[in-house]
Structure formats: structure tokens, C-alpha cells
């Protein structure tokens, strides 16, 4: 797609969005590098650290950063809600013209953030990180994410990236729209996608994670693959009804052949030397009954998010916010 692009100066105020959950390992390898990134940026920064209910050492270090630096901010929740809902707790919290997402295990550099400003200022309301690389990765890993990106695109049905995460930086007015999408089960890269805005990417060599563990395990991403299958697409209702058809055909061939059967034995007089009859109405049981739950199942995931949406709960719930000496609470 292409966009008209109007320059623009740096934003007034950058806000950097960092979740964290048990990272008290990556804290002080990630304090270094964004003192560094601080010293580098042309414009003035605010940093935003979402505390998702660690149960480590984590939120200590990070108010006594606060502490000893005003740029800091410091959100903690009163549970752990998760990375995406971090995220929007973080982006909610962003003062700036522009907010960048970041994690923080520095597999994502902040030094591309240079790159994404200069991106910024060409006009670019998103400004994605594209990885080129994955280092420090098993094959598995690998494997998993290449096939979540395009099975997710496939899925989405928007211009959703590939190869690229949570890892960017929007406009003001991209935040705006953002937060104003509340559902609970979200999918953040894939709604940057679908609001639209000219978008462009960055390329990145992804580095090995600094310290600590990942927190998006297979677990984790079947979990964010299910919630953007089921916010964006139709297709797993799509999916069932095709099963149902595909069912009902082998039903179909399953009588037409028990019938040219019947008409061989009682018309043409041919001896049936096996009718493994018992076989056959066992399978068709097993087929249907599982096209049946799994069906059920499809169209109760969809039920059970519109039962979640309509409770009208807060997304995330903050215990307190740290912002140099003055600690709030919520």
C-alpha cells in the first residue's frame, strides 16, 4: 500500500513502554543499555515500566530506579494480567507524541529506536521491527514462530507483518485509536494492522535473550495464536462448518457404498465373503461425534468471549504508580 507522507519534526516526548514480568535478572543489563539509548536520543524521553505481578526481586529494582531517575515511571499491577494487557496498561499510562514498545529481555536492541524516530519523522504513524535473525533460539523455537506468523496472516486477513512482534513505535494519533480498542482478549500486532495508518518497517537482527527465561513458551503462543484466530477471523466457525461437510460427504459415500453392496448381494447374487459392518458404523461415530464436539467447542470459545466482553471489567487493575519520590496508590 502506499501512503502521503507529510515530514515531521521528533516528537516533543518519546515514551518508552517496557512490561516485565520476572525480570530481575535482565534489569540491570537493560538499566546500561538504556542509559546509553538516553545519551543518544534527540528528544525527551519518559520511561514506562509496567510491573506485571512479578514474583521475583523485579519491582524493587524498578522503584529504586525510579527513584533515582524522574524520566521513570513505574505501573504496577495487581496481578499478573499478562504480556498484552502490560502493554495496554503501559500505552494507557504514555504521555508522549510517541510511544515505543519495547520488552524487556534486549532481544529487541534499543538502539533501533533511532532508526524508528528517523522513520517517525519521514511521516510513518507505525514503525515496526521486522526480524531478519533469530539468535540464541532452538530450531523449535524457530520453527514455531515462522509458522505462527504466516498461519496468523492467513488467519487475520490484514496487512499483518511478518516476522515482527510487539516490538515498535506509533504515533499519538495511532495510540489514540489503540486505546480506544478495549476488548479484553487482545492481539496487539494484529490490531496496529487493522486500524490502518502508513506503516513501515525496520530490520533487525534479533539478539539471544540477555538473562532469565522466555516468557512466551508454546504455551503462550498457542494462547495468543487462539485469541487472534478467534478476534479477527471468522474462519474456525468457517472451519467447523466445512469439517460438517466434509463428515456428511464421507457419510454420503459410506451409504452409497453400503447400498452397491446390498444390490450385489440381493440383485446379482454375489457371495459377501466379509462385511465388516461393525467397522464401518464405529468409524462413522467416531467422525461425526468429533465433528460434533469439536464444532461445539469452536462456537463455545466464540460464546465464552462474548460472555467475557460483556461483564464490562477493567482490562487491568494497578496497585500503584511510582514516579520519582511520589509513590500513588490506585
Known amino acids: 500500500m502506499k501512503y ?5 519534526k521528533n516528537p516533543n ?11 530481575e535478572s535482565a534489569l540491570p543489563y537493560l538499566k546500561e543499555r538504556l542509559n546509553q539509548l538516553l545519551k543518544l536520543l534527540p528528544v525527551k524521553t519518559e520511561i514506562i515500566f509496567v ?33 498484552q494487557i502490560a502493554v495496554t496498561a503501559g500505552m494507557d499510562y504514555a504521555k508522549g507524541d510517541a510511544v515505543v514498545i519495547m520488552d524487556a529481555d534486549l532481544q529487541d536492541p534499543p538502539e533501533v529506536i533511532l532508526e524508528m524516530l528517523s522513520k517517525y519523522r519521514e511521516g510513518y504513524d507505525v514503525v515496526y521491527g521486522q526480524r531478519l535473525a533469530r539468535s540464541g533460539e532452538s530450531f523449535f523455537k ?47 500486532r494484529g490490531m496496529n494492522a487493522w486500524i490502518g495508518f502508513p506503516q513501515t518497517p525496520v530490520f533487525y537482527n534479533r539478539d539471544p ?10 504455551r503462550k503462543m498457542l494462547k495468543l495464536a487462539m485469541n487472534a484466530a478467534v478476534s479477527f477471523s471468522p474462519l474456525p466457525l468457517r472451519f467447523s462448518l466445512g469439517l460438517g461437510i466434509i463428515v456428511a460427504i464421507m457419510g454420503f459415500a459410506v451409504g452409497v457404498y453400503a447400498l452397491y453392496r446390498a444390490f450385489q448381494h440381493f440383485i446379482l447374487q454375489m457371495p459377501i465373503v466379509y462385511n465388516p459392518g461393525w467397522a464401518t458404523i464405529v468409524t462413522l461415530i467416531c467422525l461425526i461425534g468429533g465433528s ?24 487491568y487493575v494497578v496497585e500503584f504508580v511510582k514516579n520519582g519520590n511520589v509513590k500513588k496508590k490506585i
Not at 535473550?209 to 508454546?218: F, H, I
Not at 468471549?305 to 460483556?310: G, V
Open 292 to 315: 460434533i464436539l469439536i464444532s461445539i467447542g469452536i462456537l463455545g470459545e466464540y460464546i465464552a468471549r462474548i460472555f467475557e466482553e460483556s461483564k464490562g471489567r477493567p482490562l
Open 13 to 23: 516526548l518519546l515514551s518508552i513502554v517496557i512490561p516485565c514480568f520476572n525480570e
Open 209 to 218: 535473550r540477555v538473562a532469565g527465561e522466555t516468557k512466551y513458551p508454546l
Open 142 to 188: 524457530k520453527t514455531t514462530a515462522w509458522a505462527f506468523y504466516r498461519i496468523m496472516k492467513i488467519l487475520v486477513h490484514k496487512d499483518l507483518p511478518l516476522d515482527s512482534g510487539d516490538f515498535r513505535l506509533i504515533s499519538r494519533r495511532c495510540l489514540d485509536a489503540l486505546n480506544g480498542l478495549r476488548e479484553n482478549h487482545r492481539f496487539l
Open 51 to 83: 510491573n506485571d505481578g512479578s514474583t521475583d526481586d523485579s519491582i524493587f529494582q524498578l522503584v529504586s530506579w525510579s527513584e533515582e531517575d524522574s524520566r521513570i515511571r513505574v505501573i504496577s499491577l495487581s496481578r499478573n494480567f499478562g504480556h
Open 4 to 8: 502521503f507522507l507529510e515530514k515531521r
